[in-house]
């Protein structure tokens, strides 16, 4: 891995653009002659496009991934003195989101196997003022929507998935962010279906609730001077629309090759000792946006050193659990087992160009720095 051998990025997205270069400026250039820039053709197209691919009723364009957390909360009805059970471990919007809408997160362990939400946790911490979960698709495999579903409909509460890290996943068959009563979408440049900035998407089968969602993203209106409620300036433009046109044809096979990516990642990790890749349950299909491995033999931070040296990018997708970030220090919930996988987890480098070349290299890699890095040390409690 040393020498002239080319590095190997965590992400890399330049063979995706190289590909529909072409397209993509052609795409760009019409929005520009067109003189239309925000919430115009393109927007209303991505739209009706989006709710096809996802069997929906609704698609909401809006400017972020955060944005659809937020507005689909309010939407939902969600709001001051409300609680929403929802997980530690996922990207700090997802809580972000539920507390600017004057809501409380509360945070429940996830289960070891897919470091998703422990449906069996949620029940236990619903109280009179929960009103919502959210969910989150952690890195592309779907939370156990079923589970997750009837705790909801026996409790009266309402769900909205978080769907930022797996577009084009699905849950015993259904597209993620079909199942609840909405779903939020990211279309940051690093996921599957990736934007050349920030854009999001609100899915949804309820129709007050897309038209509540439509008002919040344009400063609470449907037409011009009839404000009915404070709002948001969330409007996706042209150009960002005309961009994930292009590129949504081809992510189903993309999402292809990144199984076959993630399968030969398995097959070669098999004689790597202390590394242990993900797990998909038989319910999902797994979008793999980012392929994260345990890492229980040695310290992960040392060990993603030595990939760095040996010419390796990795990722560390979450090194701190949202529980335990400062701004909600006070909330002094002890939830071990996301704790241990901020520890252990370390993202390898995945995409759906990525050579089995390329993977091999990658856990040759890994091997050696496995046999060089010293044991964790493991303190008695």
Same mark, same amino acid.
């Given at each position: 891995?040393?020498?002239?051998? +080319?590095?190997?990025?965590?992400?890399?997205?330049?063979?995706?653009?190289?590909?529909?270069?072409?397209?993509?400026?052609?795409?760009?250039?019409? !929005?520009?002659?067109? &003189?239309?820039?925000?919430?115009?053709?393109?927007?209303?197209?991505?739209?009706?496009?989006?709710?096809?691919?996802?069997?929906?009723?609704?698609?909401?364009?809006?400017?972020?991934?955060?944005?659809?957390?937020?507005? &689909?909360? @309010?939407?939902?009805?969600?709001?001051?003195?409300?609680?929403?059970?929802?997980?530690?471990?996922?990207?700090?919007?997802?809580?972000?989101?539920?507390?600017l809408v004057g809501a409380?997160?509360?945070?429940? $362990?996830?289960?070891?196997?897919?470091?998703?939400?422990?449906?069996? %946790?949620?029940?236990?911490?619903? *109280? +009179? @003022? *929960?009103?919502?979960?959210? +969910?989150?698709?952690?890195?592309g495999h779907a939370a $156990?929507?079923?589970?997750?579903?009837?705790?909801? @409909?026996?409790?009266?509460?309402?769900?909205?998935?978080?769907?930022?890290?797996?577009?084009?996943?699905?849950?015993?068959?259904?597209?993620?962010?079909?199942?609840?009563?909405?779903?939020?979408?990211?279309?940051? +440049?690093? %996921?599957?279906?990736?934007?050349? &900035?920030?854009? &999001?998407?609100?899915?949804?089968?309820?129709?007050?609730?897309?038209?509540?969602?439509?008002?919040?993203?344009?400063?609470?209106?449907?037409?011009?001077?009839?404000?009915?409620?404070?709002?948001?300036?969330?409007?996706?433009?042209?150009?960002?629309?005309?961009?994930?046109?292009?590129?949504?044809?081809?992510?189903? *096979?993309?999402?292809?090759?990144?199984?076959?990516?993630?399968?030969?990642?398995?097959?070669?990790?098999?004689?790597?000792?202390?590394?242990?890749?993900?797990?998909?349950?038989?319910?999902?299909?797994?979008?793999?946006?980012?392929?994260?491995?345990?890492? *229980?033999?040695?310290?992960?931070?040392a060990l993603q050193q030595?990939?760095?040296?040996?010419?390796?990018?990795?990722?560390?997708?979450?090194?701190?659990?949202?529980?335990?970030?400062?701004?909600?220090?006070?909330?002094?919930?002890?939830?071990?087992?996301?704790?241990?996988?901020?520890?252990?987890?370390?993202?390898?480098?995945?995409?759906?160009?990525?050579?089995?070349?390329?993977?091999?290299? !990658?856990?040759?890699?890994?091997?050696?720095?496995?046999?060089?890095?010293?044991?964790?040390?493991? !303190?008695?409690?």
């Amino acid at each position: 891995m040393h020498g002239c051998a +080319p590095q190997i990025p965590a992400l890399d997205l330049t063979p995706e653009i190289d590909l529909l270069w072409n397209d993509i400026q052609s795409a760009i250039a019409d !929005v520009m002659r067109s &003189g239309q820039f925000v919430l115009g053709p393109q927007v209303h197209a991505f739209e009706d496009e989006m709710a096809r691919a996802l069997a929906v009723k609704h698609a909401v364009a809006c400017n972020s991934g955060t944005d659809a957390l937020v507005i &689909g909360l @309010r939407a939902l009805g969600i709001g001051h003195g409300d609680e929403v059970i929802t997980t530690p471990f996922t990207f700090f919007a997802t809580a972000e989101a539920i507390s600017l809408v004057g809501a409380e997160p509360v945070f429940v $362990d996830i289960e070891p196997r897919t470091l998703n939400i422990d449906p069996q %946790k949620i029940a236990d911490a619903i *109280t +009179p @003022r *929960t009103k919502a979960i959210l +969910p989150v698709h952690l890195f592309g495999h779907a939370a $156990d929507m079923d589970a997750i579903l009837d705790i909801a @409909r026996r409790h009266g509460l309402v769900v909205l998935e978080d769907v930022a890290q797996a577009f084009g996943g699905r849950c015993r068959g259904r597209s993620l962010g079909s199942l609840g009563q909405a779903g939020a979408f990211s279309f940051y +440049p690093t %996921k599957n279906l990736g934007a050349f &900035g920030d854009a &999001g998407l609100l899915t949804t089968n309820d129709d007050h609730v897309a038209r509540t969602a439509r008002k919040l993203r344009t400063h609470g209106t449907e037409r011009r001077d009839r404000n009915e409620m404070i709002g948001y300036n969330s409007r996706l433009d042209e150009i960002q629309a005309a961009v994930l046109r292009v590129k949504l044809p081809y992510v189903e *096979t993309w999402n292809r090759e990144r199984r076959r990516a993630a399968a030969t990642y398995r097959r070669l990790l098999a004689d790597v000792p202390g590394v242990s890749p993900p797990i998909v349950e038989e319910y999902a299909i797994h979008a793999f946006n980012q392929y994260t491995v345990r890492v *229980t033999a040695c310290d992960r931070d040392a060990l993603q050193q030595s990939l760095a040296d040996a010419g390796v990018g990795t990722m560390v997708y979450y090194s701190t659990p949202v529980h335990q970030l400062p701004v909600y220090s006070d909330h002094h919930a002890e939830l071990p087992v996301a704790e241990k996988a901020a520890r252990e987890v370390l993202s390898l480098p995945i995409g759906p160009m990525l050579s089995n070349h390329a993977i091999g290299r !990658v856990v040759d890699a890994l091997r050696q720095a496995c046999a060089t890095v010293a044991p964790r040390q493991v !303190v008695a409690a």
